[in-house]
C-alpha cells in the first residue's frame, strides 16, 4: 500500500489547496472551495488534460449561446437551424432545450418561481460542463428572470457565455401558438404563464439581438448565420 502526504494551504480567495503526494505515482494538485458549497469537505481534484487541450482536439473553443425569449419566439427553431449549421462545418455542438431537460434532469420541479430558477440554475450548470469539455453549448429556455441568466453568466469565464435575445412581439408568439399554451393561459387554465401573468425581463445587453425585419420573421437558418458570423468574429471556431 502506497503511503500519503497531504499538505493545506488556504488562499485569499477561500480555496483550500492540498498538494497530496504518494511513492507510486508523484504529486497531485487538489483544491478545496469553502466558498458557495452545500458541504465544507468536497475537494476539487484538478486533472492534467484540461479545457485548451479539449480545444485544440476538437479545432473550436467551447463556450454557451444562450437563447431567451418569450414561448413561441422561436428558441428551439434557432437552436436546431445552428447546430445543424454549425455540425455541417464539423464543429461539435449540444442542445439543452428548456422542455427536454423537464423530461430527465429536471423532471421534479414545477413552474413556480423557485423553481423556474432552479431549473435555470441546472441548465447553466450543465451548459458550464459542456463549454468545459470544449463543446458549443446552445442552451434553449425562457429563463424570463434576468438575475437567472446574469448568474449563469458568471459562471463562465468573460466571454464565454453568449445571450442570444429573441425579440419577437408577444402577438406574434401569441399569434404562432404552436404548444396551445397562450390559449390555455389566457382561458386561465394556465397560472404564472410568460408573457400573460408573469413577466418576461428581456436582456439589457444581449451580445446578439434576432428580430422581425418589418412584418416578416427571417428564416430561421438566416438567424443562425448572424450567431455563426459573431462566433466567427470572436474566434470560437478555431482552438
Not at 507510486?24 to 479545457?51: D, F
Not at 434532469?105 to 458550464?128: C, M, P, Q, W, Y
Not at 428580430?211 to 474566434?235: D, H, R, T, W
Amino acid at each position: 500500500m502506497p503511503s500519503y502526504t497531504v499538505d493545506v494551504e488556504v488562499k485569499s480567495n477561500g480555496r483550500a489547496v492540498t498538494n497530496d503526494s504518494d511513492d507510486s505515482n508523484g504529486s497531485i494538485r487538489l483544491e478545496k472551495s469553502t466558498i458557495g458549497c452545500g458541504s465544507a469537505n468536497i475537494v476539487w481534484h484538478k486533472c492534467s488534460v484540461e479545457k485548451i487541450g479539449r480545444q485544440e482536439l476538437l479545432q473550436q473553443k467551447g463556450c454557451v449561446i444562450w437563447i431567451t425569449g418569450l414561448s413561441g419566439s422561436g428558441k428551439s427553431t434557432v437552436a436546431c437551424a445552428l447546430t445543424k449549421a454549425l455540425h455541417a462545418r464539423g464543429k461539435l455542438t449540444y442542445v439543452l432545450d428548456g422542455d427536454n431537460v423537464r423530461h430527465g434532469l429536471n423532471s421534479d420541479l414545477t413552474f413556480k418561481a423557485e423553481d423556474r430558477a432552479e431549473n435555470i440554475r441546472r441548465i447553466g450548470e450543465v451548459a458550464k460542463l459542456f463549454a468545459d469539455a470544449g463543446l458549443i453549448c446552445i442552451a434553449s429556455a425562457i429563463s424570463p428572470y434576468r438575475k437567472d441568466r446574469d448568474a449563469c453568466r458568471s459562471k463562465l469565464p468573460d466571454g464565454d457565455f453568449i445571450e442570444v435575445f429573441m425579440d419577437i412581439p408577444l402577438c406574434v408568439c401569441e399569434a404562432r401558438d404552436p404548444k396551445g399554451l397562450y390559449k390555455l393561459a389566457r382561458a386561465g387554465k394556465i397560472k404564472g404563464f410568460t408573457g400573460i401573468d408573469d413577466p418576461y425581463e428581456a436582456p439589457l445587453n444581449s451580445e446578439i439581438v434576432l428580430q422581425q425585419e418589418g412584418e416578416v420573421c427571417p428564416p430561421p437558418e438566416a438567424m443562425a448565420e448572424k450567431v455563426i458570423s459573431y462566433l466567427e468574429a470572436k474566434g470560437y471556431l478555431q482552438a
